[in-house]
């Protein structure tokens, strides 16, 4: 995104496209005011209004046609959300509406804002840290209360928090470092040296912990059912789903083509991946599909390795990539089992026995223990930034005094990059750039 034009007054539809009870046409910069006042028709112009305020009137057109009636809400900077003056024209959220007032607002003289423009005017304003502004896009996608809750978090500014925690005592060692370096022979306490410096580890070690749980925590997760044919990979979908999604049929080898489906486990967006069965084939399209299966099984970030408790024990194929990315199921538990193993989950599509268990092993295996309550890292930028930052505070653990001082400084670029305090022109654009317009 170019940083060209950011002193201008921009402009954008701020709700969802299509028809709603009410839409938002958002207007910020140095002359939003004096727009609002040739587009709003009230008791009070806008620009004659303090800030946090709510006026009901018009909105006109070029000649002073009424295009709706509505409201006109005056935020003055720096107390608002971009920190510049703003008016929010808010209308019934007809598209023709709308339309028509955004098209009045840009004949004014703003212009229309680009993807993210108005978050990345609060970051540049100091409004937003970074991971705040990257919260702000996980809150408005968030398809999970998990989501949710961890996007507030982030809003809030608890993960920029937990970060300038580290910082601190990061910079407390540093600056015990240098001390040392100018008067050797005066000495440093141990609590102002190490102590801070195993802190600083062990809390940025904990907060790279939370890295896989708050990516799919906001991206989701894949999960493949792998199985021999008959394992009941299908009914176990439909069970976890609540209806039927894939054709059930006792015949081997019905499912040739893998079927997706989305659902919420414990809180975690999952698309669960229904895969043919895993056996030695002579037809060609199922044999395609076993091939796919494996492939699936590789990509998934977890799997459910299905085997079927009623008969006699057949392990999957040596070759699946399996590991410790997988739960093992034992299906059909509804009847007499022929083998039991304790390291496998009985369960049964028909009664569903074993599914809460199954679904809390699945919310373990993807969330894991990453602390409850606090800020996890949820974008994969955030999380190359600890665990540079983590490298550079371990590496100097063992260093004399001057090489432990420039991986500490470079630690602190970490973080600083982590919240946006040194972030590059790229990194901050990359961020922005996956933002809609209005936001």
């Keep these: 995104m170019t940083r060209t034009g950011l002193s201008d007054t921009i402009a954008a539809i701020a709700t969802a496209p299509g028809s709603a009870g009410v839409g938002i046409v958002r207007v910020s910069g140095p002359e939003a005011l004096w727009v609002a006042d040739r587009v709003f028709r009230g008791r009070r112009r806008p620009s004659a209004t303090r800030g946090g305020r709510f006026l009901f009137g018009q909105l006109t057109g070029e000649g002073g046609e009424v295009l709706d009636e509505g409201l006109c809400l005056v935020f003055r900077g720096p107390r608002s959300y971009t920190g510049e003056d703003v008016a929010e024209l808010q209308t019934h959220g007809s598209p023709a509406v709308l339309g028509s007032v955004l098209a009045r607002v840009l004949e004014l003289g703003a212009r229309l804002a680009r993807p993210g423009e108005f978050t990345l005017r609060a970051y540049l304003a100091g409004r937003l840290d970074l991971t705040q502004a990257e919260?702000?896009?996980?809150?408005?996608?968030a398809g999970t209360d998990t989501a949710r809750r961890q996007a507030t978090l982030g809003l809030s500014g608890a993960l920029g928090e937990r970060v300038e925690g580290i910082g601190a005592q990061v910079t407390r060692t540093l600056a015990a470092l240098q001390a040392m370096l100018d008067y050797p022979e005066e000495g440093v306490p141990e609590e102002d040296r190490?102590?801070?410096?195993a802190a600083a580890e062990a809390e940025l070690s904990a907060l790279v912990h939370t890295a896989r749980a708050?990516?799919?925590?906001?991206?989701?997760?894949?999960?493949?059912?792998?199985?021999?044919?008959?394992?009941?990979?299908?009914?176990?979908?439909?069970?976890?789903?609540?209806?039927?999604?894939?054709?059930?049929?006792?015949?081997?080898?019905?499912?040739?083509?893998?079927?997706?489906?989305?659902?919420?486990?414990?809180?975690?967006?999952?698309?669960?991946?229904?895969?043919?069965?895993?056996?030695?084939?002579?037809?060609?399209?199922?044999?395609?599909?076993?091939?796919?299966?494996?492939?699936?099984?590789?990509?998934?970030?977890?799997?459910?390795?299905?085997?079927?408790?009623?008969?006699p024990r057949e392990p999957l194929p040596a070759e699946l990539p399996l590991g410790a990315r997988a739960i093992h199921v034992r299906t059909k538990a509804d009847l007499s089992p022929v083998w039991d193993d304790p390291?496998?989950?009985?369960?049964?599509?028909?009664?569903?026995?074993?599914?809460?268990?199954?679904?809390?092993?699945?919310?373990?295996?993807?969330?894991?223990?990453?602390?409850?309550?606090?800020?996890?890292?949820?974008?994969?930028?955030?999380?190359?930034?600890?665990?540079?930052?983590?490298?550079?505070?371990?590496?100097?653990?063992?260093?004399?005094?001057d090489l432990a001082s420039y991986e500490l400084e470079e630690a602190l670029r970490a973080l600083a990059e982590l919240t946006g305090r040194d972030a590059s022109e790229d990194v901050v654009d990359a961020v922005f750039r996956n933002f809609c317009v209005g936001k």
Excluded: C
Aim: negative net charge.
């Design 135 to 141: 919260a702000v896009l996980e809150l408005v996608s």
């Design 194 to 197: 190490a102590l801070p410096l």
């Design 214 to 311: 708050g990516q799919v925590a906001t991206r989701g997760a894949r999960l493949a059912l792998i199985g021999r044919p008959n394992a009941g990979k299908s009914s176990l979908l439909n069970a976890l789903l609540g209806y039927e999604r894939s054709i059930v049929t006792p015949i081997p080898g019905t499912t040739r083509d893998y079927l997706e489906a989305q659902l919420s486990l414990a809180g975690v967006p999952v698309t669960l991946v229904d895969t043919a069965g895993i056996r030695e084939t002579a037809d060609e399209v199922e044999a395609a599909g076993v091939r796919q299966a494996v492939t699936l099984a590789g990509s998934a970030d977890l799997v459910l390795a299905l085997e079927d408790g009623t008969l």
């Design 343 to 401: 390291a496998t989950l009985p369960v049964s599509a028909v009664t569903a026995q074993g599914l809460p268990e199954l679904r809390e092993a699945v919310h373990a295996a993807l969330v894991g223990d990453a602390a409850r309550g606090e800020a996890w890292l949820t974008t994969e930028r955030q999380a190359d930034a600890a665990r540079r930052a983590l490298a550079h505070v371990r590496a100097a653990r063992d260093l004399p005094d």
